[in-house]
């Protein structure tokens, strides 16, 4: 194995490990160099089809795109895909193989230490650096005997440490602190530097704290990240808090009021970010009903739908919805969503519940019935309406077929790199409510703008004849690198990845 490896661990979950690995993976493909990023386990709703049809977590394909590679399902080995507060379905290598309550599966954590293994080696072989992402905290005492993610990951990969701390919601110090403290001594020496990320104000308030830090434990500051609200890139497995506490302020009458139901098993939600580039538009994730209608409401994908629609019972969104239809509110379902439009969900082999058959939202005509293969495969289509060709992908358990004429949405012409020809999704009362098992559609610029253009016309809005301007992704990801490249030291980094780091080096802490 020739690949250096370097691992992102974090002080808790949501210190930005994701995003920091992702702007490492793409500093060092701009300093030359072949890199993969690697997460052992991951536990994310939010997940990818790599292109041999692998279902991996979002965030890796994120990183893998940021350092330029294409990702196969060896970036992420084990994926939890959580369908309750208590169990997951466990994929490996890629594919679905049992879910597992918590306790199960945590006995079971060493029998997929050779799957982590043999990936980690295969991309060690292939690639001139691996950016190991870690998850959660190394700290978590009571799963230390249970890890494969953290500290074990980094022994397999004779990885050194970097430990994330987010500043922005207090306490950083006292938590690298705290967590060499709480994690043993041979794990505490792979710790080689500590990150500061998302710092606001003035920089040089921090410098006593770095040099008590480095006092305390020996261990040097690699940098300090400043905060930045308009990144661009998703946060691994919810919203980010800037986009959290400015949820639902923007209600704009003048702007098209895009509402997505926010549910409790609520799966690639990603799906919408899109929306939030657009200036005319107000996306809103909505937690509870609201007391007014949009113009758009969309009901997301799900990893459990039935458990779902049961929520969109007992919440009262259901009568939502319905009044949205009687009121011409556009009512789209994705996947999951889909599904809960038709009349029927079956579940003959209980693959979601007991319970055989439940009652649909009766919106559109159709029945989906669950089977125990899961569907997962990239797939090209075309928008029937507009002949605009998207790019997508469908992970999903069922099938679902129309019980009368209606109108598809999509021509699907390529499947898992395969020329196809057949339909995709339903269409009824002239476009106002349709469904779709294709994600990631509403990605494509010029299929976004199409369906944007419809409300702009009805809301008297300036018509745009191409998609607003926004930065692509190759740029997003080029602006991260950069944040990362002018607040750490190069040196210190580049020393830690070599694994020739001295005890007595005097980094530059502070830029």
């Not at 043993?184 to 710790?191: G, M, V």
């Not at 797939?379 to 790019?391: N, T």
């Given at each position: 194995m020739s690949a250096k490896t370097i691992m992102i661990q974090g002080t808790g979950s949501h210190v930005g490990k994701s995003v920091m690995t992702a702007g490492l993976c793409r500093m060092l493909l701009q300093d030359g160099f072949s890199v993969a990023p690697f997460k052992a386990q991951n536990m994310s709703n939010n997940s990818f089809v790599t292109h041999d049809g692998g279902e991996i977590g979002r965030a890796q394909a994120v990183q893998a795109e940021a350092a330029g590679t294409r990702p196969p399902v060896d970036m992420n080995p084990i994926l939890l895909k959580p369908n309750s507060d208590m169990g997951a379905q466990v994929v490996v290598w890629g594919k679905p193989v049992k879910t597992m309550q918590a306790r199960e599966y945590q006995f079971h954590t060493s029998s997929f230490l050779p799957q982590v293994q043999e990936s980690l080696n295969r991309l060690m072989n292939k690639f001139d650096v691996v950016v190991i992402e870690g998850a959660g905290s190394p700290a978590e005492i009571n799963l230390q005997d249970y890890d494969i993610v953290n500290m074990r990951t980094a022994q397999l990969a004779d990885a050194p440490v970097v430990l994330v701390g987010d500043i922005d919601r207090g306490g950083v110090f006292a938590s690298f602190?705290?967590?060499?403290?709480?994690?043993?001594?041979?794990?505490?020496?792979?710790?080689?530097?500590?990150?500061?990320?998302?710092?606001?104000?003035?920089?040089?308030?921090?410098?006593?704290?770095?040099?008590?830090?480095?006092?305390?434990?020996?261990?040097?500051?690699?940098?300090?990240?400043?905060?930045?609200?308009?990144?661009?890139?998703?946060?691994e497995d919810g919203l980010s808090d800037e986009r959290i506490k400015n949820n639902g302020r923007d209600q704009n009458p003048n702007k098209i009021l895009i509402d997505v139901i926010w549910l409790p098993r609520v799966s690639n939600f990603t799906d919408f970010a899109s929306f939030d580039l657009e200036p005319d538009v107000a996306l809103t994730y909505l937690r509870e009903v609201p007391n007014r209608l949009p113009d758009i409401c969309i009901i997301p994908g799900t990893k459990s739908t039935i458990a779902d629609l049961e929520f969109l019972r007992t919440s009262g969104f259901d009568q939502w919805i319905q009044k949205c239809v009687d009121h011409g509110v556009t009512v789209i379902g994705i996947c999951g969503g889909y599904q809960m439009l038709g009349e029927w969900i079956l579940d003959p082999y209980g693959?979601?519940?007991?319970?055989?058959?439940?009652?649909?939202?009766?919106?559109?005509?159709?029945?989906?019935?669950?089977?125990?293969?899961?569907?997962?495969?990239?797939?090209?289509?075309?928008?029937?309406?507009?002949?605009?060709?998207?790019?997508?992908?469908?992970?999903?358990?069922g099938e679902t077929k129309h019980m009368s004429i209606t109108r598809p949405v999509f021509q699907v012409t390529?499947?898992?790199?395969?020329?196809?020809?057949?339909?995709?999704?339903?269409?009824?009362?002239?476009?106002?409510?349709?469904?779709?098992?294709?994600?990631?559609?509403?990605?494509?610029?010029?299929?976004?703008?199409?369906?944007?253009?419809?409300?702009?016309?009805?809301?008297?809005?300036?018509?745009l004849t191409q998609p607003a301007a926004t930065a692509s992704k190759q740029e997003v990801y080029d602006r991260l690198a950069n944040l990362v490249r002018s607040h750490v030291d190069l040196n210190l980094f580049y020393h830690i990845l070599n694994k020739q780091l001295s005890t007595n080096l005097a980094p530059n802490q502070i830029k």
């Open positions: 602190v705290g967590t060499l403290e709480l994690i043993p001594p041979k794990d505490r020496e792979r710790i080689k530097a500590f990150l500061i990320n998302k710092f606001r104000g003035d920089i040089s308030l921090l410098e006593s704290g770095i040099v008590y830090l480095l006092g305390r434990t020996g261990i040097p500051t690699l940098g300090v990240i400043p905060y930045e609200a308009n990144l661009g890139i998703m946060e693959v979601e519940s007991n319970l055989e058959e439940v009652p649909g939202l009766g919106l559109i005509s159709s029945v989906t019935a669950f089977n125990p293969e899961k569907i997962m495969k990239q797939v090209s289509a075309i928008h029937l309406e507009s002949g605009i060709e998207v790019e997508g992908y469908e992970i999903h358990m390529e499947c898992g790199g395969n020329t196809v020809k057949s339909e995709d999704g339903i269409s009824v009362r002239d476009g106002q409510i349709w469904g779709t098992y294709l994600h990631g559609i509403f990605d494509s610029d010029a299929f976004r703008n199409y369906f944007l253009n419809q409300f702009r016309s009805k809301k008297s809005l300036s018509i």
